[in-house]
């Protein structure tokens, strides 16, 4: 089949699909839940696939709220990440369900004709973009094994066709000292609190000497029980953030040094855990961003623009095993951001169903080009 034949029948199926791709954003909307808790999202996805002639595997990758879906048996595999997390308190303020319903657009848009293409599509549900590292899991449990380009769509203020991100760690830290009371023997402690003192001051000083491309913050999350009792215990919940993967690790051991020190000074005990999976930084394909660039320009979409890298993704750790891009998709009048109250009125309003609709096409069309040896 030719590219384009395949491209004019691709966007006849969106708009034919208009009202379920549409309903299914404003349903994920209306029903926010949060990371690993996406049942209803997940099943939503999953079924508008199947009625879309795709064979679907629920609980991809040994995550309840994830799915595989598959139709087509061409050589070359496609894959579109459906996220579709809320987030706690503010909803779908990210625009989750626009992504969802753009990329299980896109599958059902190429289902029809992927034989012809000689494609295989991929929809993949993936769950705990938020938090979580949904697809950093997945990834080591296989699924995205044989995929050879990975793309999807993220709602925002602006249009990109090159995202970029940073590198994201989570570092949770517990100090353990020893209680005491604070007045009649206070050499009989070791304070927990105070050894929490120590390392932020570290850090503090530590942030002087980083490159600007490197971050380290968090809060305090316990600090003692009584002013008039040692505390035996403290903790804090930290991010670190660099504009390339390779610098985190060393981030995280500069970091990690200061609570050491400020265990030493003390006499407590640290321990570290990470919460979730390190998120990469996102190494986008120039030749598919560029395909992906031509289609929104033949949509009407609004003159990309070059960014910084300033967000954070799992869908970075899927760029590093294969070819990948994460576009951004204008809403609205750019006066609302991401993980903002008014976004999230934003992602169920006119231009977000519009961007549903055009994300759904030019991710396919992308993807026929990369069939037809553009990409």
Not at 154 to 174: D, I, W
Not at 265 to 287: I, K, N, S
Request: aromatic content about 6%.
């Amino acid at each position: 089949m030719h590219v384009q034949t395949a491209k004019d029948a691709i966007r006849t199926t969106v708009e034919g699909r208009r009202e379920a791709l549409l309903g299914l954003s404003h349903r994920i909307h209306a029903h926010p839940e949060t990371a690993f808790e996406e049942e209803r999202a997940a099943r939503w996805c999953a079924e508008l696939l199947a009625d879309g002639g795709f064979a679907v595997t629920p609980g991809a990758g040994g995550l309840p709220t994830a799915f595989a879906a598959t139709a087509g048996s061409g050589p070359v595999t496609v894959a579109f990440c459906a996220e579709y997390d809320a987030l706690p308190g503010l909803g779908h303020a990210c625009g989750h369900n626009v992504i969802a319903a753009a990329s299980v657009g896109a599958g059902l848009a190429l289902a029809p004709v992927a034989d012809d293409l000689g494609l295989t599509v991929k929809v993949i549900g993936t769950p705990a973009e938020e938090r979580g590292g949904g697809k950093a899991l997945l990834l080591e449990a296989g699924v995205f094994d044989g995929v050879d380009a990975a793309m999807m769509v993220h709602p925002g203020p602006f249009e990109t066709v090159r995202f970029r991100s940073f590198a994201l760690g989570t570092l949770e830290v517990e100090f353990r000292g020893r209680a005491a009371h604070a007045t009649l023997a206070p050499w009989e402690g070791r304070n927990a609190a105070d050894a929490m003192t120590l390392a932020q001051v570290a850090i503090g000083m530590l942030r002087q000497a980083l490159p600007r491309d490197r971050h380290v913050h968090g809060v305090v999350t316990h600090a003692g029980d009584a002013p008039n009792i040692v505390p035996a215990r403290s903790a804090a919940s930290y991010e670190l953030r660099a504009a390339r993967a390779e610098h985190l690790a060393e981030l995280r051991r500069r970091t990690e040094d200061c609570f050491r020190a400020g265990a030493i000074a003390t006499g407590c005990g640290v321990t570290f855990t990470r919460p979730e999976p390190d998120y990469l930084d996102f190494r986008d394909d120039a030749p598919l961003a560029a395909c992906y660039g031509a289609n929104a320009a033949a949509l009407g979409r609004p003159e990309p623009v070059e960014k910084e890298p300033f967000a954070m993704t799992d869908m970075a750790n899927v760029s590093h095993v294969t070819r990948a891009i994460h576009p951004m998709i204008m809403i609205g009048d750019g006066s609302a951001a991401p993980h903002e109250e008014a976004f999230a009125a934003l992602a169920v309003s006119a231009s977000a169903d519009r961007a549903v609709l055009d994300g759904a096409t030019a991710l396919a069309w992308t993807a026929a080009d990369l069939a037809g040896g553009a990409a």
